[in-house]
């Protein structure tokens, strides 16, 4: 899994490619926890590229989420494709990620927070 | 380890071994298969995480050491079928329908049990076999 880091003032996105499945979890877990022990709070995990997504990678996602929110932090998911979203929200995770469609949005609203 | 494949056509129903121990190599021929068949990309989808998922399951909770998972795919105009099956312990699924929203294990089995139609467990003769099946209208 190769990661795509960009950084706007406090804010950093991540940008996931292709897959997130039980087979590159281990690690795209570990790159996210590295990001997150370095003092990255406000993150936006990009899914735009991300074609297919398991219950494994669902995991890496609220694994984050529970990292960040520890450190009074915040974690968006921005462009889901459809399925994936459908995903998501098959299993009820949009109850607890906020999803947006507009990077810029996705920006303004953790530096809101 | 480099994974090890059989891919043959025989009464309507293509098979497959995995043995590379991931979900990837399945998933990859199950949405081969789904092109083919041109069913719908959102079935496609669905049924392909169901598949990784029962896959996962198998990894994670039965030691399947170095046998090979064997998969049947059959597909008609109006459902797809998925037989699974393989050699490695039994092992009891989560049946909860609701969990936290934040534990990070326990979704693969609702996934499932919300993306097919029918899912049915078999043990026979030290086999356990598991069908996952998806109505679909072209």
């Not at chain 1, 297919?52 to 932090?73: E, P």
Request: aromatic share 4%; proline share 2%; with cysteine.
């Amino acid at each position: 899994m190769k990661l795509n880091i960009s950084r706007h003032q406090q804010v950093v996105t991540v940008q996931l490619t292709e897959t997130l499945v039980m087979s590159n979890a281990d690690t795209t877990r570990l790159a996210l926890t590295e990001l997150t022990d370095q003092g990255n709070h406000f993150l936006i995990i990009d899914l735009s590229l991300v074609n297919f997504l398991d219950s494994s990678g669902l995991a890496v996602l609220i694994a984050i989420y529970k990292q960040v929110n520890r450190q009074q932090g915040q974690v968006v998911l921005l462009q889901p494709q459809n399925n994936v979203r459908a995903l998501i929200e098959l299993t009820r995770l949009h109850q607890i990620f906020d999803i947006y469609e507009d990077p810029q949005s996705a920006i303004h609203s953790l530096q809101a927070a | 380890m480099s994974p090890r494949a059989k891919d043959t056509v025989a009464n309507n129903a293509t098979t497959f071994d995995i043995s590379d121990h991931t979900a990837d190599m399945a998933c990859r021929w199950l949405t081969a298969q789904c092109d083919d068949h041109a069913i719908d990309n959102q079935v496609a989808f669905q049924i392909t995480v169901c598949l990784a998922e029962a896959i996962n399951n198998i990894l994670q909770h039965s030691g399947l050491d170095n046998n090979p998972i064997h998969l049947q795919c059959s597909l008609d105009s109006q459902q797809i079928i998925i037989d699974i099956s393989h050699t490695a312990a039994r092992y009891q699924t989560s049946s909860h329908t609701s969990i936290d929203l934040l534990k990070e294990s326990g979704r693969g089995s609702e996934i499932m049990r919300l993306w097919t139609d029918q899912i049915h467990y078999r043990h026979l003769d030290g086999v356990n076999h598991l069908r996952l099946l998806r109505h679909y209208k072209r």
